[in-house]
């Protein structure tokens, strides 16, 4: 085998066989609820907030101060912060999602979540 193909030969493979996962890997099917639909928030922090629209939805629920549908709710304030910063230490500190939903989101969807409120709240892929 020439020295060339030593390297070249592997790449290929490893390009055809991404390609092939590309391929396989089905598009995810979404189910929402008209709660759930919000348009410009970011497919995976959407559906964890789908939690969070029990109450902060449309109707405001069960005392919840303001919605939490779009993301200019999120990026708007409450009490002298960002409704994001708040959000954050809501979800840090437990104190959000309040009960009966507070076991709704694992501890990997709170994190992921709560980085993205420390973020800022920012643009990311959409769910449609
Ligand atoms: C069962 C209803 C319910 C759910 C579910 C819920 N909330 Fe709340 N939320 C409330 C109520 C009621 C308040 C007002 C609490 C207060 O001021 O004592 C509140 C207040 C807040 C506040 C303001 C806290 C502050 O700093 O004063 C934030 C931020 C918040 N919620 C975020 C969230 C997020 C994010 C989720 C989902 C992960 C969520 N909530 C889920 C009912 C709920």
Redesign the pocket.
């Known amino acids: 085998m020439p020295k060339a193909s030593r390297w070249f030969l592997p790449l290929v493979v490893s390009v055809v066989a991404l390609a092939a996962c590309a391929e396989e890997t089905p598009q995810e099917t979404l189910e929402f609820t008209p709660a759930s639909v919000s348009g410009d928030i970011p497919c995976e922090f959407d559906k ?2 789908a ?6 939805g449309s109707p405001l ?6 919605p ?1 549908l779009r993301l200019g709710d999120i990026r708007g304030s ?2 002298g ?1 960002t ?9 840090t500190t437990r ?8 076991k ?2 694992t501890d990997d969807q ?1 994190a992921r ?1 709560t980085s993205w ?1 420390q973020m800022g709240a920012p643009l990311g892929m959409r769910c449609n």
Do not use: I, T
Not at 51 to 56: A, E, G, M, S
Not at 83 to 91: D, H, I, T
Not at 95 to 102: A, K, V
């Open positions: 964890s907030l939690v969070c629209r029990n109450c902060h629920k069960s005392g919840a101060p303001f939490l409450y009490n912060k409704v994001a910063e708040r959000a954050a230490s809501a979800l104190f959000m999602p309040q009960p009966p939903y507070d709704e989101l709170r979540l409120f």
